[in-house]
């Protein structure tokens, strides 16, 4: 391969999916962490997907474990390229392989998996996480790695040094080689010309085919080994001297961003940091720009409707109006009021209603007289009339519902006492 370019077509993408994602819960109680809902229309894995798309990339295996139903519906029926170009999006689902075990880390879930690499051949493996919120030109990635002559390379973001604590920090020398893994220290090193930023691991790497293999075969044979890739794989292969580069995300130059999206990445790991990433899609100028057509993120199309906004009764304040939000297909706003809110397909705010800084999941449906502050209401809830929520966590939480840093997780199938219509 040239040092400055890559075939595309000898890229194989595998994507790490499996997680349970116990820090979502309850909105992984029923389905996998990359399959949550986001940004009204999307699954958080219809993000990476659209950046290996985006980026020309169509050879794609989805690593799925842990209650995969929903993600494998949504990658079957949605993610469908064309065979005819040798291109494809596949669920891969845990078979046990190599033994009785289900996967214990990420990097036995390759292991485990390694068939699809020894079948497609390819030159480089992608390997990322299916549940962050970024935009990544990958060729830049794959450019990178090429050019350094690398087994593997790392996608790293500058952090403040504050915060770094909370990450796995990579130890690099002047050149981005990487010297050194520090997993979630409490000191951990600056980056180089910097000593007010580290930089974290993004948990995206890219690996030659020769060397994935031979790794994830040695880790499989060594007990004490976590099987991860950040843990024992790339901190071992560090320390046998072998080429292993720091990619910078912060240089990725998406087409059609701006400078405000440049870097932009989000661990949406917890409620509020979910709550969180919603909520900076609705600012007036968003660092994760949903509207760039040169960088679209894709999904199924829906058969639904426009949203409808209906009544201006202002005397009886019976408006239908919707302020800094989003608001999806299938949606009627009905005399309601919603400000700084994500409505996701098939939505229904009945007259007289609030509903801000909140997130509702696939056809809920909001009472008259109801209303939500900082809430996360999941697929199908129905709200009764003259409910209250979010104003009062201790009532919340007597009613069963999870309340994080101020944010109020109504789960699916919950029972909702109201008002009588």
């Given at each position: 391969?040239?040092?400055?370019?890559?075939?595309?077509?000898?890229?194989?993408?595998?994507?790490?999916?499996?997680?349970?994602?116990?820090?979502?819960?309850?909105?992984?109680?029923?389905?996998?962490?990359?399959?949550?809902?986001?940004?009204?229309?999307?699954?958080?894995?219809?993000?990476?997907?659209?950046?290996?798309?985006?980026?020309?990339?169509?050879?794609?295996?989805?690593?799925?474990?842990?209650?995969?139903?929903?993600?494998?519906?949504?990658?079957?029926?949605?993610?469908?390229?064309?065979?005819?170009?040798?291109?494809?999006?596949?669920?891969?689902?845990?078979?046990?392989?190599?033994?009785?075990?289900?996967?214990?880390?990420?990097?036995?879930?390759?292991?485990?998996?390694?068939?699809?690499?020894?079948?497609?051949?390819?030159?480089?493996?992608?390997?990322?996480?299916?549940?962050?919120?970024?935009?990544?030109?990958?060729?830049?990635?794959?450019?990178?790695?090429?050019?350094?002559?690398?087994?593997?390379?790392?996608?790293?973001?500058?952090?403040?040094?504050?915060?770094?604590?909370?990450?796995?920090?990579?130890?690099?020398?002047?050149?981005?080689?990487?010297?050194?893994?520090?997993?979630?220290?409490?000191?951990?090193?600056?980056?180089?010309?910097?000593?007010?930023?580290?930089?974290?691991?993004?948990?995206?790497?890219?690996?030659?085919?020769?060397?994935?293999?031979?790794?994830?075969?040695?880790?499989?044979?060594?007990?004490?080994?976590?099987?991860?890739?950040?843990?024992?794989?790339?901190?071992?292969?560090?320390?046998?001297?072998?080429?292993?580069?720091?990619?910078?995300?912060?240089?990725?130059?998406?087409?059609?961003?701006?400078?405000?999206?440049?870097?932009?990445?989000?661990?949406?790991?917890?409620?509020?940091?979910?709550?969180?990433?919603?909520?900076?899609?609705?600012?007036?100028?968003?660092?994760?720009?949903?509207?760039?057509?040169?960088?679209?993120?894709?999904?199924?199309?829906?058969?639904?409707?426009?949203?409808?906004?209906?009544?201006?009764?202002?005397?009886?304040?019976?408006?239908?109006?919707?302020?800094?939000?989003?608001?999806?297909?299938?949606?009627?706003?009905?005399?309601?009021?919603?400000?700084?809110?994500?409505?996701?397909?098939?939505?229904?705010?009945?007259?007289?209603?609030?509903?801000?800084?909140?997130?509702l999941f696939e056809g809920v449906q909001i009472g008259r007289h109801t209303r939500l502050?900082?809430?996360?209401?999941?697929?199908?809830?129905?709200?009764?009339?003259?409910?209250?929520?979010?104003?009062?966590?201790?009532?919340?939480?007597?009613?069963?519902?999870?309340?994080?840093?101020?944010?109020?997780?109504?789960?699916?199938?919950?029972?909702?006492?109201?008002?009588?219509?």
């Amino acid at each position: 391969m040239d040092a400055l370019s890559f075939d595309p077509s000898q890229v194989l993408v595998m994507i790490l999916a499996g997680g349970e994602g116990k820090r979502l819960y309850p909105l992984t109680l029923d389905r996998a962490k990359p399959a949550v809902p986001f940004g009204g229309r999307y699954r958080i894995i219809d993000i990476v997907l659209s950046n290996f798309v985006n980026s020309g990339m169509a050879k794609v295996k989805i690593l799925t474990q842990y209650k995969s139903a929903s993600l494998d519906e949504h990658i079957a029926r949605v993610w469908r390229l064309s065979p005819i170009l040798d291109q494809f999006i596949e669920a891969v689902p845990a078979q046990q392989r190599t033994g009785k075990t289900w996967y214990r880390g990420s990097a036995d879930a390759v292991f485990q998996c390694q068939h699809v690499i020894l079948d497609e051949k390819p030159e480089l493996v992608a390997i990322f996480g299916g549940d962050h919120i970024y935009k990544m030109d990958v060729r830049q990635m794959l450019s990178y790695h090429v050019a350094k002559n690398a087994e593997a390379t790392v996608a790293v973001i500058p952090v403040p040094k504050a915060e770094a604590s909370d990450f796995g920090v990579i130890e690099i020398d002047g050149e981005g080689k990487i010297l050194a893994f520090h997993e979630k220290v409490k000191d951990p090193p600056a980056m180089p010309g910097n000593p007010n930023m580290c930089l974290a691991s993004m948990g995206n790497y890219v690996f030659s085919k020769d060397a994935i293999l031979r790794e994830v075969n040695e880790d499989s044979t060594i007990d004490a080994s976590e099987h991860d890739f950040g843990k024992n794989i790339l901190p071992r292969m560090v320390q046998a001297g072998r080429s292993v580069w720091a990619y910078d995300f912060a240089t990725n130059k998406v087409p059609g961003e701006d400078e405000r999206g440049n870097g932009y990445w989000r661990d949406v790991g917890t409620i509020e940091a979910y709550w969180r990433a919603q909520m900076d899609l609705i600012e007036i100028h968003p660092s994760f720009n949903l509207y760039n057509k040169r960088w679209p993120i894709r999904t199924g199309v829906t058969h639904d409707p426009p949203a409808k906004f209906v009544f201006r009764d202002e005397a009886q304040a019976r408006v239908g109006i919707a302020t800094d939000s989003l608001v999806s297909h299938g949606c009627i706003i009905s005399g309601g009021r919603i400000h700084r809110s994500v409505l996701s397909v098939g939505c229904r705010i009945n007259s007289f209603s609030e509903v801000e800084e909140s997130v509702l999941f696939e056809g809920v449906q909001i009472g008259r007289h109801t209303r939500l502050r900082r809430c996360i209401v999941d697929k199908d809830v129905t709200i009764p009339s003259g409910v209250e929520i979010g104003f009062n966590h201790e009532l919340d939480k007597q009613k069963g519902f999870t309340v994080e840093n101020g944010i109020v997780v109504i789960p699916k199938k919950a029972k909702i006492d109201g008002l009588s219509t």
